[in-house]
């Protein structure tokens, strides 16, 4: 048997994939402490309106996250808000250290999610909140009656250039493609829109502004072009975050984790789910099955 700890099991991120896990530990009388250093819910929060989780025909992000947190509460789980930034496996004992606590349990579960990539520009850094955002449902607010530009082609971009033609007067999408690679039912309600105008095969040379965003530069089949604007958002893709755990724990060369069929690491104990495991598809559904077997997992690892 494994020795007493302060946690059955500790899960890193509430997002769908880690609240998942918590619901099903829980449910199984297990000593659970969720830590998250950001919002509950994690990336859902701020999708506009999710269409495809069966069982609910459409339901907006934020009252999603909501639920989520009403259904931890109801089985007397245990939040805490707080950044890890390291972990620890001792053997039996696996540390958690926040910047300013110390938890120890007998696994660990990993939902540590994804974070939106940036273009890598060097003026971008000071252009962060101001002008420069990833998120339309949490900022798009700034921006009523304003032109702003989406950078990118896919599902995320499509979603932010949606909201924002409903706030904005003009929103630009620069996408690097020569077509855009949504899903065709998004792409469907994007053509309509008269204030959405799709640039195709063009990058961001160069963000303008002296306090914010007032501009970018952009090379359109090889010719240089500045667009006024008073913001963009980026949603060009995401990677993991997954730098606190390296090197005990083993990523793929995209810094994904990598598991085995039950959702444990390399590091005996410790598990992983959601969008920081490797895998080709990262949807809420997916997130969610991933927690659920981390969780199994885990409860029988400890019961064993
Ligand atoms: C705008 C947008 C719209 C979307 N719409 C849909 C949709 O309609 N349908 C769909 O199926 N999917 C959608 N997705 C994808 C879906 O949101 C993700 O697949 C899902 O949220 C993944 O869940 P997760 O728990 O693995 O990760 P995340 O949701 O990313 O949650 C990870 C959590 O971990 C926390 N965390 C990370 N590191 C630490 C740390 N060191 N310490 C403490 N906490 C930490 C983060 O703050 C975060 O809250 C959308 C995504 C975006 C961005």
């Given at each position: 048997m494994l020795k007493t700890m302060d946690y059955d099991i500790i899960i890193i991120g509430a997002g769908p994939a880690g609240i998942c896990a918590a619901i099903y530990a829980l449910r199984a009388n297990q000593k659970t402490l969720i830590i998250e250093k950001e919002t509950i819910g994690g990336k859902i929060a701020s999708s506009p309106l999710i269409e495809n989780y069966p069982g609910i025909k459409a339901i907006k992000g934020p009252e999603l996250s909501e639920q989520l947190e009403d259904q931890i509460k109801q089985l007397g789980g245990k939040i805490e808000f707080g950044e890890v930034i390291n972990i620890q496996n001792k053997r039996e004992e696996k540390i958690v250290i926040t910047k300013n606590k110390t938890h120890k349990a007998k696994v660990i579960i990993l939902a540590l999610g994804t974070k939106y990539k940036k273009l890598g520009l060097p003026e971008e850094e000071k252009f962060l909140g101001k002008g420069i955002s990833f998120c339309a449902t949490c900022d798009g607010f700034f921006y009523r009656q304003k032109t702003v530009a989406v950078i990118g082609g896919g599902n995320s971009a499509m979603a932010n250039a949606l909201e924002l033609a409903n706030i904005c007067q003009k929103v630009y999408v620069i996408q690097n493609l020569d077509h855009l690679t949504a899903e065709p039912m998004l792409i469907d309600q994007i053509k309509p829109k008269e204030n959405i105008e799709i640039i195709t095969q063009a990058s961001v040379k160069q963000i303008q502004g002296e306090e914010k965003v007032t501009g970018i530069v952009i090379e359109e089949k090889g010719k240089e072009k500045?667009?006024?604007?008073?913001?963009?958002?980026?949603?060009?893709?995401?990677?993991?975050?997954?730098?606190?755990?390296?090197?005990?724990?083993?990523?793929?060369?995209?810094?994904?984790?990598?598991?085995?069929?039950?959702?444990?690491?390399?590091?005996?104990?410790?598990?992983?789910?959601?969008?920081?495991?490797?895998?080709?598809?990262?949807?809420?559904?997916?997130?969610?099955?991933?927690?659920?077997?981390?969780?199994?997992?885990?409860?029988?690892?400890?019961?064993?």
């Open positions: 500045t667009l006024t604007l008073d913001g963009m958002f980026l949603s060009i893709g995401q990677i993991p975050e997954t730098e606190i755990i390296s090197p005990l724990i083993k990523l793929d060369e995209n810094g994904y984790i990598v598991t085995n069929e039950q959702q444990m690491t390399n590091s005996e104990g410790i598990f992983a789910a959601g969008d920081c495991v490797k895998k080709n598809i990262r949807q809420l559904t997916t997130a969610v099955s991933d927690g659920t077997i981390a969780a199994l997992s885990a409860i029988e690892y400890n019961t064993k």
